[in-house]
Structures are given as C-alpha cells and as structure tokens.
C-alpha cells in the first residue's frame, strides 16, 4: 500500500512528487502515457513569468510568484538550465500604454520586485532588433526562461533517487473508496493506497469525477508554436510579449534556453484534449504577429512547429483543493503553473501535513540530480576525462546539437528511464536540431533496441501504436 | 601541426585528399564523423554513378570504393568516428572521437567537404499532427539500405528530388506502395533519367504544383491531405484531397552544413547556401576551401569529385605558396541564372563556370559578357533547375575584364 499516490507525471505531478520524496513515505507516480512530460509540460512556453498577470489576491498571483522566486534554485539542484533573461511586455499604442500600467501596477501588488516602465529609447536599446513602432514597455527583470520538460524530468528523477516508484503507461480508469484510503485501478493493475494527489492535467477532471468529484471542468486551450534555428537565438534576449487580452498572454518571441528561438502561441479554444495537431491559419498567424513585434523576422529558419494544449480550469483560478478526505485536487494548471510549480509543490506538502498524515524527513535524502548536461557544461579537461574512462562521450550521434552516444546511454539509463524517441529527444536533445533528426534517428533506434534488449520495430516515436519501422527488407538476413 | 587537414570522408573528401595528395602534399588526415568513409554514397546502392567519371555505370558504394582503396594505398591518415566541433579562422581544427578525445590540430590549409542534410518538415510549416512515420527522404534511404529496415507500408512522397524519386523506386521494390510523389513546383527537381526510371517505368503518379498541407494520426501517420498550388504556390482549398497512407517521405531540399564553415569567417553565399568561392574552390578566408555539396549541391557525384580535385590541387598549391591570384572579376548572375559556381576568378586561367538556372526554359543562349562585350554564347536546347550547366571560359576571354554578367536568353 502506498502512502501517496500522485496521478499525472507532468512538471506539477513531478515537483509534488520531488517534494514528497523529502519525507517518509511511499510514493508512486502514476502516467497514462509511455513517458513522464508529455502532456502541457512538452509544449509550452518555457517561461517563468513575473507574477504581473494573474489577479491580485488569486492562488495564481501568490503561488506564481513564490514559485519564480524559487525556480532559480530549484533548477540549480536538479541541473536544470534556467536563464532569467528579463522579460518585456511592449506596447504600440494608448490602449497598449493602459494595458502596460494596469500590468505595473497589478505586479506592485502581487509583490513582483524590479518593474519598470521603459520609454521607447530605453526599449530600444535593450532589445534593438524590435519593431520601431513599439514605444514602450513593462520590464520585468525577475522574468526566465526555463526547459520544462527538462525541469518535470528531473523531479521525477529526484524523487525516484529519493525512493518514489513511476508506473507509466497507467491509465486510471476507477478510484474506489476503501477503509484505509483508495484503491485505484486501470483495468489491468490495481494499487492502493492512503492518499490521492490529482495532477492529471487535461484530464484532472475526468479523475476528479471518477473520485465523484465532478465541481469543476478542464477544457483544453490550443497553443500552436514555431522553433526557429540556433542562428536565430540571439535575435532577442528578452522574453517579448505582446498586451495580454483575455485568451492570454499574446504571442510571444523568446530566446530558449538551449539557444532557439521560439514563436508563439496561438489561443484558440478547444473540445478534443488529445487534438494536437498545428494548422495552417495558426502558424501564418504566428509569423505574422512576429512581424508586428520585431523590425525583421529572420525567414526560412524555422526547423519545427508543435501545439500544446494548455489545461484551462472552469474556475479561473488553480484549483488546488481536497473534495473529500485523502483526495487533493491540483487542477487547472495553466499558466503560469510552469512559474509556480514548486510553490504548487510546497503548497500541497502544507495541505497533507494539515490532513493528519505523519510525514518524518528522511535520513538520506538527496537534494540534488545530476544534470542532464554536464558533459555538455563540462570543460574540455573534465571532458577529456570522462571520454577516456567511457569512450561513448567521444563520440557524437547528433551532428547538430552535438549530443553524444555517452549521453543518450545516460538517458536510457538513469531515472526515469528514456524508452522511446521522443524520450530521447526531450532527455538529451538529440533529434531536436537543425535537421530535426534525419541524420540521427537510426542510430538511435540501434541504441535504443540494444539497451532495452528488443527489436527495432519495437521502438517507438512515444509508446503505443508509434513504432516508427514498419519491418524487415526483403533481403535482410534477420527476417 | 598538419599540411591539409579535410573535413569529411565522402566522394568529395577522398576525391580532394587524393589530388592533393597526387601534388605532393603527404601530410594530409581526414576527418570522417562516420564509421566508414564514403559519405551518402554508402546508402546509395542504385547505379548510375560514375557515367561522366569512369564511362561506366557503379552503385553508390562501388563508385566510394574506388576512391577509398586509393586512400588506402596512399596511406593517407584517415581518423573515422571523428566530429569536428570547431574550425578557426587561422585555421584550427577542434575535433572528437571516442579513441582521441577532444584534440586540436593546426593546419596549413583546410578542405570543407562536410556535404549537406535534408531541409525537415518544420522548414515547410505542414500542419497537422506529429505522429511516426514521417521520414526524410534520406533517413529512410538509409533504413532501408543500410538497415535493411521498412519505414512504412504506404507511401506518400513530398518533393521530387532525386533521393524523393529513388526512394519512390526502392520502396516499391521492397513491396511498399508508393502512392504518388507530389512536387510543390510545376516541373520536378530530379534528373529526368530518375522521372522516367523511377516513377513511370513503376506507374507512380508524380502531381506537380501540389503539395501537403496536412498531416492526420495521432501515433502513426494515417493520412495526409494534398492540395493544388496556384501560381503563388499557394494551396487551393477547392482541390484539397485525403490520401491514406502510413508513411510521409519528404524529399524538400538539401542545404549544404556550413555551420563548422561560419565558425570559421567564411563568407557564406545566401543562393546556395554554400561559401562563395573563386575558381580554386578558396573561399574568403586564405587557405580554407571547400567543394562538394557543402559548397552547392550537385546533382551527380561526377561533379563532385571533379571539383573536388580542384579544391585538392589548388590547396597543394596554397600550401607550396604557389597559388597565384593576378585579378579579380566577380561575377554576376540574372536571376535566371540563380547562381554560378565559382563567384569571383583571380587568376588568368580556363576556368570551367557551373551554374543553375531557376525555371525550365527551352531553346536558350546563355550569354557571358564583360558588362558592355559579349565574350561567349552557347545555346541550350533546354535548362531545367534539377541539371547543373557549365561553360568553360578561356584565358583569353578574362584579359582586361573586371566583372563577369552571366544571362540567359530565351530565343
């Protein structure tokens, strides 16, 4: 019987689950899909906002803003990379200026530190490549940018260092009631336990009903982006937005933390959560606004677009509560739930303490994770050595971003384990560069087989039904 | 320190180290980030290379070994599973394998012939989703060929460039169906001996002016929609159509990898994405060339090594401190000409002038002047995109002359 139970493996699920794995108890992580990050978590923004936006008084303004303020040294421990590159909301016109102040002054009281009004030639001059008909705007020095799906990978990780369990490809199908807390089951396994933590994203809802807990609906948000190439990452250093209106933030130009530049995102509002498909009015609309925003866009560089669908709750508000006892609901995450996801985390620690539950600090509990990038970070001594005592860090699989055969070995290895492509992809970067993995792939299936012991039709893009060979050539002596 | 270090071990690789090599430079290594040396020509097992070169008909492997048993033989330093990281302007080259590390060489000169990669699904902005089973043309090349590996069953192929026809071919071979190759242009990017071997001797439909405008499936490709272009190319929402299929093959360009050459300073070229470079294949930086698809790409390996021989020659001389530059004519295209190979002449000499035109036209002159003279003409009954052309330009022709204008008429 386990002690808690966290349904959903994306950044919430993640810290909830890091920060749970500090006590005595035992843990299991919960995933319907083949990998943790695969929900919002994948296709997001990557920004760590200010704390500007959300309403004054809201759980989004305190935890957004307690949770930037933590981001920093939570992505230290977990060899996350993190960048606070500041970010900018500019303005075109009066409305725009109004919007701006509204912004400023609602940040003041959310208690964001080091807002500024910037005058179009202070503007200017920090972002040179913007449009000359932006004026002004509001500068938020505390605004990063972060790598999500890095940041809910190493979480997961650190919790299961710390003793956690991840069962994926579980998909929740019932919870029942029993004396000692819940029994949950996806038709094929069954697992009990004392306590539920609901982070299931999308489908927070459906989960939170299956607990007979129907008080709120997650519909999805369509939010389409463009990536475009390295050569382009320096094109802005700060995270430009446009004036927010009621579907969100606006599009935004930002540079990534692995040194992309990102368009984006569209918001169109949705019924089908499992719709992630691009389409073309959105991607032309992107380019366009990025028209608007800077003096010129570079062209013919993107190398991929991608949709995400953001998790928007009936509430307005996050929705982090307990309908019934041993049953906490953290649902409707939307941003800026990636900003204040280890507030989120610390938050629903302090609710479970109050629900009686004993949680002694563990003896050995280990803070940190080794960063997915340390060969990468390393010096070309530390390099040197870590080749020498393993040659498959000399040797380069991904010509683009330059990710090693040492590398994609660790992703396939270390907690939680890369068993698919797209794993590989989110873990190490490889197959996410200029040629999007055309020179890469097949030798990464061969590692892939290898390392899991199973043929290369096994592999797949991420679980399920994607296998990306279909089979065997005629001539193949293996047929 | 080395006297020519090369930057890849493909047909343009070998073919510049052994022509180097044959002027008397001996210290020469190549650095191949491959487990062979060959390049693409490994997974290239159809024939029809070699036909300009050696008069008869090799496959891609066979045309290789050619060059890497003389390398061999030569006992020129080859280092295989070696990336190259870094290239500096003066000509130091940072580079890592498994046995060596990260290890720096200084060079005397330096050869780029790191060839190009496939332009991917992103570049085109297809909508829809992002399920398995869409491939480069290449990468699934290399499954197939290499891997003995099938990247689908039912096949849609984006692009008619070469490796788009010969995939058509070489899936249907292997018992896939091919169920049309659609070309975004009004005419094909292939050679046509590959429309006609590849798709009509095997009744694939190739659809100019269409393209795909979205991809359906959540985890394995189930679909695509196609749509006509107008002349704008753009799609024409009365002709969208669905088409079944497990697999999307895009064969929608190559761009030459010229990030090692930026590294460097070389002044890259925004028509082919390849450095620009004078009839020695140098680039702007002294002492650095380039050839191969990394310079431009070539429609035949023939080219390739040819001019690979060229860049071989010239760094031999760049290394003897022979390589004489007594002019400098840049020269000029008309946009009908997109773009010719080298840019800019130095010395008094032939040289043989290649470049691409940007349409199909039939019954041409291409006209080369010096601004105000006409210095040659040659007609053509026919140009097309997918075929390179060439003129040769005499000595005499570059005496006094300050700038080159290539046109094309049409008569």
């Known amino acids: 019987m386990y002690d808690v139970v966290i349904i959903g493996a994306g950044v919430i699920g993640g ?23 695969m929900g919002s978590t994948k296709a997001n923004s990557a920004i760590i906002h200010a704390g500007f936006d959300a309403p004054v008084g809201s759980l989004k303004a305190k935890l957004n803003v307690q949770g930037s303020q933590m981001m920093e040294s939570v992505c230290k421990e977990l ?9 900018l909301v500019v303005g075109f016109n009066d409305t725009d200026l109004k919007t701006i102040l509204d912004l400023y002054n609602r940040g003041k009281k959310n208690g964001v530190n080091g807002l500024k009004i910037l005058n179009s030639e202070e503007l200017h001059e920090l972002e040179p490549a913007l449009s000359r008909s932006a004026h002004f705007a509001l ?32 998909n929740v199908k019932s919870i029942t009631k029993t004396d000692l807390g819940f029994e949950v089951s996806s038709y094929t396994e069954k697992v009990s336990t004392k306590y539920i933590i609901n982070c299931a994203g999308l489908f927070a809802d459906e989960v939170s009903a299956l607990a007979n807990d129907s008080s709120f609906t997650i519909r999805p948000r369509k939010g389409e982006y463009i990536l475009l190439d390295k050569e382009c990452g320096k094109t802005v250093t700060h995270t430009i937005f446009g004036p927010p209106s009621s579907m969100g933030k606006g599009i935004l130009v930002s540079p990534t933390v692995d040194g992309n530049l990102l368009l984006g995102p569209t918001s169109v509002d949705f019924n089908e959560k499992d719709n992630k498909d691009t389409t073309q009015v959105g991607l032309s609309s992107i380019q366009s606004k990025a028209c608007e925003y800077l003096a010129t866009v570079p062209t013919g560089k993107n190398i991929t677009s991608f949709c995400g669908l953001r998790a928007v709750g009936s509430t307005g508000d996050f929705i982090i509560e307990s309908p019934q006892k041993g049953f906490i ?102 197959q996410m560069g ?46 | 320190m080395k006297d020519l270090v090369i930057i890849g071990g493909g047909p343009a690789g070998m073919s510049a180290a052994l022509s180097a090599f044959d002027c008397g430079i ?9 487990s062979h040396l060959g390049g693409v020509l490994q997974q290239c097992i159809h024939n029809g290379f070699g036909l300009q070169k050696f008069g008869e008909e090799l496959t891609g492997p066979e045309y290789a070994f050619r060059y890497e048993e003389k390398i061999i033989k030569s006992g020129i330093e080859v280092k295989l599973n070696t990336m190259v990281l870094d290239i500096t302007e003066d000509k130091t080259v940072t580079a890592t394998n498994p046995h060596d590390g990260i290890f720096q060489i200084k060079a005397k000169a330096v050869i780029l012939a790191m060839g190009c990669r496939e332009r991917p699904r992103g570049a085109l902005n297809i909508a829809g989703s992002r399920p398995a089973g869409i491939f480069t043309a290449g990468t699934a090349q290399k499954l197939v060929n290499t891997k003995g590996l099938l990247p689908g069953k039912s096949v849609v192929i984006l692009g008619s460039g070469d490796i788009g026809l010969i995939m058509a071919k070489r899936l249907t071979l292997e018992g896939a169906k091919v169920k049309g190759v659609f070309e975004l242009m009004p005419y094909s990017g292939g050679l046509a001996r590959n429309i006609q071997q590849c798709l009509n001797d095997f009744n694939i439909p190739l659809r100019l002016s269409h393209t795909v405008v ?28 669905f088409i079944p299929c497990d697999t999307l093959l895009l064969s929608v360009g190559l761009i030459p990898e010229n990030e090692l050459s930026k590294s460097a300073n070389v002044k890259i070229s925004p028509v082919t994405n390849g450095a620009l470079v004078d009839q020695n294949r140098q680039t702007s930086v002294s002492g650095i060339f380039a050839c191969g698809n990394v310079l431009h790409v070539h429609d035949l390996v023939d080219f390739v090594s040819d001019e690979a021989e060229i860049a071989g020659k010239s760094a031999a001389k760049y290394i003897n401190n022979d390589l004489s530059d007594s002019t400098e004519i840049n020269i000029f295209t008309d946009g009908k000409i997109r773009y010719t190979v080298p840019q800019r002449i130095t010395d008094l000499t032939d040289v043989k002038v290649y470049f691409r035109v940007n349409n199909i036209y039939k ?14 003409t040659k007609k053509r009954p026919k140009v097309s995109p997918g075929e390179m052309e060439s003129v040769t330009l005499k000595n005499d022709h570059l005496k006094n002359v300050k700038e080159l204008h290539f046109s094309l008429e049409v008569v």
């Open chain 2, 214 to 241: 979205e991809v359906h499936g959540k985890e394995r490709v189930e679909g695509i929609t196609v749509a006509e272009v107008d002349e704008k190319r753009v799609p024409i929402e009365s002709t969208k159509e």
């Open chain 1, 329 to 430: 609901n953290v649902a409707g995450i939307e941003s800026p739930g990636l900003s204040a996801s280890p507030a989120i985390a610390e938050y629903v620690v302090d609710m479970l303490k109050d629900s009686g539950i004993v949680m002694h600090k563990k003896k050995k509990y280990i803070s940190t994770r080794p960063s997915a990038t340390r060969f990468r970070d390393a010096s070309l001594e530390e390099k040197n050595k870590m080749i020498s005592d393993n040659p498959a860090y000399g040797k380069i699989v991904c010509r683009c971003e330059k990710i090693t055969e040492g590398e994609i070995l660790d992703a396939l290895r270390t907690n939680p384990k890369a068993t698919d492509l797209d794993g590989i992809k989110r873990r190490t970067r490889a």
């Open chain 1, 139 to 170: 500068y938020a020095p505390t605004g990063a940018i972060v790598c999500p799906y890095g940041l809910a990978v190493a979480a997961i990780g650190n919790a299961m260092d710390n003793g956690a369990e991840l069962k994926c490809n579980y």
């Open chain 1, 434 to 479: 200029r040629c999007q993995g055309g020179f890469c792939t097949p030798y990464i299936i061969e590692l892939i087989a290898r390392e899991n012991g199973i043929s290369f039709e096994s592999v797949t893009k991420f679980g399920a039904n994607s296998a990306v060979i279909t089979g065997k050539t005629k001539g193949n002596p293996n047929l």
């Open chain 2, 26 to 34: 001996k210290d020469i290594l190549i650095l191949e980030r491959d």
């Open chain 1, 79 to 87: 060899g996350v990379k993190y960048i606070r590159n500041g970010s």
């Open chain 1, 15 to 37: 810290m909830i689950a890091r920060a749970l794995s500090r006590y005595d108890l035992k843990i299991c992580v919960l995933e319907k899909e083949n990998d943790v990050a």
């Open chain 2, 363 to 376: 019954n041409v002159n291409i006209k080369v002047t010096d601004g105000i003279n006409t210095l040659l």
